[in-house]
């Protein structure tokens, strides 16, 4: 039988998905506020559905599966505020639903690891905020929901080498700071793999097998491009905007061990360098 995903919020993971799916015969929506996006939606063969213009009665007729990769905000999933009566209604015929949330929804573990089972104890707003729009997403009776925990996303047109080349790159140095990050396409086969044997109710950490010092990364990508590494500005003293400054609010490293074991995932990128080379390589 034809699948037919729709995808709310169709950006960069999204259309990751969408580049694996459409291949194999499935149908794929998604969701887009912009007229211009719609048409470079079209060209990837997504079919555009204008948010809050376009009438979703006949797509949510034919759908079969459910991605939700719009952010929340201060008043909740914006995906819900629309269509929640819709996906309440749909949510038995469903064989599948992904929401993408953040490993921002753990906080602060100054460096420590945290898996699927640790509290969710969210020190920015950001965090909060997918905190509750996870628990909306849960309250829908029926609905086959599986939650996406992302780290720091990575990948073609967002690596760390134009800000290296064009010398805007920073190293700033925040002790016991690391980040865990995830290349997309792994993103992309993780999401694939969860709709090959879906498991409703399941949580997955999604991140690679190296938590690393931001720092790190930007002096590796210089290595490989052979230009000279940033110099090391101290977190205290550095200059940098409030959402800037907000990303070093919490420091932890992810276990990713359930997408292994549950997944059958092998990850294409298991470290920032194994990335890195891989889109210098692409280039």
């Given at each position: 039988m034809a699948k037919t995903l729709i995808s709310f919020g169709h950006g960069y993971s999204a259309s990751a998905l969408a580049k694996l799916l459409?291949?194999?015969?499935?149908?794929?929506?998604?969701?887009?506020?912009?007229?211009?996006?719609?048409?470079?939606?079209?060209r990837t063969g997504v079919i555009p559905v204008l948010w809050e213009q376009?009438?979703?009665?006949?797509?949510?007729?034919?759908a079969s599966h459910l991605l939700i990769a719009a952010g929340?905000?201060?008043?909740?999933?914006?995906?819900?505020?629309?269509?929640?009566?819709?996906?309440t209604?749909?949510?038995?015929?469903?064989?599948?639903?992904?929401?993408?949330?953040?490993?921002?929804?753990?906080?602060?573990?100054?460096?420590?690891?945290?898996?699927?089972?640790?509290?969710?104890?969210p020190s920015t707003r950001r965090g909060q905020w997918r905190v509750a729009a996870e628990s909306e997403w849960r309250s829908i009776p029926n609905l086959p929901l599986h939650i996406f925990r992302l780290a720091g996303i990575y990948g073609p047109g967002r690596g760390p080498f134009a800000k290296v080349r064009n010398g805007t790159a920073?190293?700033?140095?925040?002790?016991?700071?690391?980040?865990?990050?995830?290349?997309?396409?792994?993103?992309?086969?993780?999401?694939?793999?969860?709709?090959?044997?879906?498991?409703?109710?399941?949580?997955?950490n999604v991140c690679d097998d190296l938590a690393a010092p931001p720092e790190d990364?930007?002096?590796?990508?210089?290595?490989?491009?052979?230009?000279?590494?940033?110099?090391?500005?101290?977190?205290?003293?550095?200059?940098?905007?409030?959402?800037?400054?907000?990303?070093?609010?919490?420091?932890?490293?992810?276990r990713n061990d359930r997408i292994k074991q549950d997944l059958g995932v092998t990850l294409k990128y298991p470290d920032y360098r194994a990335g890195l080379a891989a889109l210098l390589g692409a280039e």
């Open positions: 459409i291949p194999l015969g499935w149908t794929v929506y998604g969701t887009t506020r912009s007229a211009d996006r719609a048409e470079s939606l079209a376009d009438n979703m009665d006949s797509v949510f007729a034919q929340p905000d201060a008043e909740g999933d914006p995906t819900l505020r629309l269509y929640r009566d819709q996906i209604t749909l949510a038995p015929q469903l064989e599948w639903a992904g929401y993408l949330s953040t490993t921002g929804v753990y906080g602060d573990h100054q460096g420590g690891w945290v898996d699927e089972n640790t509290p969710l104890t920073r190293r700033i140095i925040k002790e016991n700071q690391v980040f865990s990050r995830i290349h997309v396409d792994d993103i992309a086969q993780i999401l694939l793999a969860s709709i090959t044997r879906p498991n409703p109710g399941a949580v997955y990364v930007i002096a590796h990508a210089a290595d490989l491009l052979g230009l000279p590494i940033p110099l090391a500005e101290p977190f205290e003293s550095a200059d940098m905007t409030p959402m800037a400054r907000s990303f070093y609010a919490e420091s932890k490293r992810v």
